[in-house]
T-cell receptor, first 115, second 111 residues
């Protein structure tokens, strides 16, 4: 089984709808991240969390909110989806106590289309 | 703000040729640099991570170098194979939790 899973893998929704993307991990990592990827652009950080009670905005947090329900679960919500939020969304984890320079591990991604 | 650039955006080579992928960044005060591979429908797979104190890392046919003073990293893939076809992303970390990504180089290895 994959260490970092994301649901759904694909989603089409309409403008104005609320949508939640979910991420679960079995790596036991404290840190979790949400990124979005647009064609021709690098991944951009939306939110990151150091633990259940420590959540921080990233580079492009406007229009998004997150919830860290447990160490293993980190959800991203679009309160009122708009077409320019159409993108590929990735969840990632890292372990600050590892000896690997804080390597980040990514889920398979969720392709979101807002019509 | 850290800017990460990967040129070219796409590259096509015949099987067996060595691949050279470039990454440049504007701020040399980095914590680490990570190379990823991205396949369609799959997530990013970490290939190599170079800490700021290191000059290079090697794993099998892959070798990545880091020159902080010039703001450059190069990923070498020896004896390319069709299975190496993918998009390769470079990401630079100013600290132990943030990464700034380049847009990637899409590689096609022709059989």
């Amino acid at each position: 089984d994959a260490d970092v899973t994301q649901t759904p893998r694909n989603r089409i929704t309409k403008t104005g709808k609320r949508i939640m993307l979910e991420c679960s991990q079995t790596k036991g990592h404290d840190r979790m991240y949400w990124y979005r990827q647009d064609p021709g652009l690098g991944l951009r950080l939306i939110y990151y969390s150091f633990d259940v009670k420590d959540i921080n905005k990233g580079e492009i947090s406007d229009g998004y909110s997150v919830s860290r329900q447990a160490q293993a679960k980190f959800s991203l919500s679009l309160e009122s989806a708009i077409p320019n939020q159409t993108a590929l969304y990735f969840c990632a984890t890292s372990d600050p106590n590892s000896g690997l320079g804080y390597e980040q591990y990514f889920g398979p991604g969720t392709r979101l289309t807002v019509t | 703000k850290q800017e990460v650039t990967q040129i070219p955006a796409a590259l096509s080579v015949p099987e067996g040729e060595n691949l050279v992928l470039n990454c440049s960044f504007t701020d040399s005060a980095i914590y680490n640099l990570q190379w990823f591979r991205q396949d369609p429908g799959k997530g990013l797979t970490s290939l190599l991570l170079i800490q700021s104190s290191q000059r290079e890392q090697t794993s099998g046919r892959l070798n990545a170098s880091l020159d902080k003073s010039s703001g450059r990293s190069t990923l070498y893939i020896a004896a390319s194979q069709p299975g190496d076809s993918a998009t390769y992303l470079c990401a630079v970390g100013p600290n132990d939790y943030k990464l700034s990504f380049g847009a990637g180089t899409t590689v096609t290895v022709r059989a």
